[in-house]
């Protein structure tokens, strides 16, 4: 049994490269993105990052020298950083204040126009 598989919206220059591969390959498109499609699916999936260890933050005022307290947890500037790190190797964007204001702008526009 097969099924039919449709991709829309192909770019001309990527729909050209493939045919030319295809033809440098003496096959037919059909068959080029078949046999890449069986590469694809042989290979291992992509590794995702998995969940971080959780961390616990200290109070500042039971830090000592290194940063951490004696139980050896972290303190809050550390615990910054290290999301702040965690987020840059994920490529997250860095949380910032402008999310609040999205939310106002969103909720006021929608008032104004149930209003008027």
Known sequence: MTVTLTIK?????????LRRRAAAQHRSLQGE???????????????????????QVAKPAAATKRGTTP????????AWERSRRIMAAASM?????????IV????DARETRRRG
């Open 104 to 107: 106002r702008r969103d909720r």
């Open 33 to 55: 993105l078949l046999r890449l499609l069986e590469a694809a699916a042989a290979e291992p999936p992509l590794a995702i990052p998995g969940p971080v260890a959780p961390f």
């Open 9 to 17: 919206k192909v770019p001309v220059a990527l729909a050209r490269e």
């Open 93 to 101: 964007p860095a949380p910032s204040g402008e999310s609040a204001d």
């Open 71 to 78: 139980e050896g947890r972290l303190t809050l500037a550390q």
